[in-house]
């Protein structure tokens, strides 16, 4: 048999330590190659469990009383993000809101602290939220907004680019951990230190990263971070994002909107806002306590696997992929834009081909693969390491193969749903 054959691959999930993580998810359909946990990860039973609970037990039962023990939840949830995924001591992590109002909130803060600084650097292939927030705070703020253009297209911005930019008019650097699109991997400790040396403030968005990489925020000293729950960290549609604030950044910065949650004597009500000190003084309102026991749910499950083990998987499942297209999909005119090195992706591989919407939509309507699809002409296609198992993956590609192979894949039009 030779080298990733379906024994093989059998073989690399008899031995995987994380393999019996996936039956604790609802699997609906053992046929189906579910590729896309990056873009949204399945459903932990231990949610259904935890949520059911929560609404018999906690709201139907105590109402409004709830509140009693709910109020500090955005913090508590908070500390269990950052001891399970991000390398980060508690009361540095609030569990509320959007990745966007985060990003907003944390940007503006950091640009005010700087009002001196006259420039915030970013990258062309960073997630559009973050550059349209960019470009509305740098209007706001009156600040340049420089944009890194990474021509060799993987879309990694290395330490020299950074150089070409950074100087003492450098603000703020911000930048995504994973590049949503390539899956490419950012040295975060190196970036950090170079943009420190030039007295800037750094932001990373570790959307595509929490859950998959081992972060280590407080060891990597990263001052700012915000990042979504609902892909490998399996919370569910919408489920509240995160934010992380260095300690010792925490009296000096400020966010925009102070909302009652940032009053130091909440229920006093009283006139005039005075800020509480520590995380919640960065909260802005009543966080989603439903959306809090879908996180705890699924992050428990992260803390109790270990994110050194899951990201070993995942470095395993993306290697598979990267062979397996080698193999199989690079003769059908499929190129891979992910790095090659493992220590330089996440949990994901990006594939283009000329026809990649088609293809898309073939996989997901013909042969019950779902992956998802990026402009310009790119397949993105997830190993999430609690769920997804190697067979999968390689069931996968092998329906890819048979698809292009063929050409059934014409048959279909190319994605008509509005979200690919
Ligand atoms: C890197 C990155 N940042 C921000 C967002 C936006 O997240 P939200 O809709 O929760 O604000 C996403 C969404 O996928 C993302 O991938």
Redesign the pocket.
Known sequence: MSRDGAADVARLDAIDPLRHWRDEFVITDPELCYLDGNSLGRLPKRTVDLVHRYLVEEWGSELVTGWSHWIDEAQRVGDLIGKAALGAASGQILAVD???VNFFQLCDAAMRANPTRKVVISDTAN?P??RYILEGLCAQHNKRLVLIDDEAGEEYVTSEMLARELNADTALVTL?VVQ?RSGALHDVAQLTRQAHAAGALVLW?A??AVGVVDLQFDRDEVDLAVG?TYKYGNSGPGSP?WLYVNKRLQDSLRVPIQGWFAQRDQFAMGQGFERAEGMRGFQIASPSIIGMRCVEAAFSMIAEATLPAIAAKAALGTDLMVRLHDAWLAPLGFSLTTPRDPMRRGGHVTLRHPHAKQIATAMREIVKVIPDYREPSSIRLAMSPLATSFTEVYRGFERIRTLVEGGDYRRVQAATSRVT
Do not use: G, K, R
């Open positions: 959007t990745t966007s997630f939220t973050d995504s949503y968005d959307s595509h979504c994002a």
